[in-house]
């Protein structure tokens, strides 16, 4: 979904960070979410000197300390300057109504629905309001176009 708006809105993209670092979503450690949260905010600070004032961002902060929470029952500290890297304006969620696919690296689907939870608690916590998208990966993709125009006034 990423790419798919970042090449819609020919802006760029910030891939998840995670995805590069740890292969296996069941096998990590919180020095590797640690690095996550570092990697991810320096790819979004070298983004926004992009041409495009728009920069469609995979995941941030808020999921990867959700991560901590879930796996570890630990509060994953990380600096201040990582959640002002972090900022967005709109924020959209990916509900997990779409059908499970297990690819060998995922948590297990009952453990993605908790996880889920999590990220959910975790936003609330942080006082992040987001907008649920749930549908099929082409109506989620409209949604989405939709949310982002009305922020943008359909500038881009």
Not at 34 to 54: C, F, N, Q, Y
Not at 80 to 99: F, M, P, Q, R, T
Not at 132 to 145: H, L, S, V
């Amino acid at each position: 979904m990423t790419e798919r708006l970042a090449q819609h809105y020919k802006c760029t993209a910030v891939k998840e960070a995670g995805r590069d670092i740890v292969a296996d979503s069941n096998s990590f450690s919180l020095d590797d979410l640690r690095l996550i949260a570092t990697e991810h905010a320096k790819r979004i600070d070298e983004a926004i000197t992009g041409e495009s004032p728009l920069i469609i961002i995979d995941t941030d902060i808020h999921i990867t300390k959700s991560y901590s929470q879930f796996a570890f029952n630990e509060e994953l500290e990380v600096n201040k300057s990582i959640y002002n890297s972090n900022k967005a304006h709109l924020y959209l969620y990916l509900n997990n109504d779409v059908e499970y696919v297990q690819d060998g690296t995922r948590l297990n689907e009952t453990d993605r629905n908790l996880l889920d939870l999590s990220h959910r608690e975790i936003l609330k916590q942080h006082l992040i309001d987001f907008v649920d998208i749930k549908g099929n990966w082409e109506q989620r993709f409209q949604k989405a176009i939709l949310f982002i125009d009305q922020l943008t006034g359909d500038l881009t």
